[in-house]
């Protein structure tokens, strides 16, 4: 049986962060000036942050405190993980 420690755990590290930055940026697209309620400023992401626009390649390494913000077509953020 495998250990399992709330908050600790790889599969539950980054849920509440993740269900956070979800809720921060689902819809809006990322621009360069201030936050709005139809956009989220880029320096406002964490430091480890990358954006993954369709049809981008990314590495495959995983890094638990990276947030990664997947973007449509239109720029909009369709969804984030962390990894």
Known sequence: MPLVVPGITANNMG???TQEWMSKLAGKTLCEGPSSE???CKT???EE???IEPGSMVTKDFKPERLNVHVKED???SHVTHG
Do not use: E, N, S
């Open 15 to 17: 849920d509440d962060k």
């Open 38 to 40: 139809t956009a989220f």
């Open 44 to 46: 406002d992401l964490p």
């Open 49 to 51: 942050t990358r954006v």
């Open 75 to 77: 720029g909009t953020v």
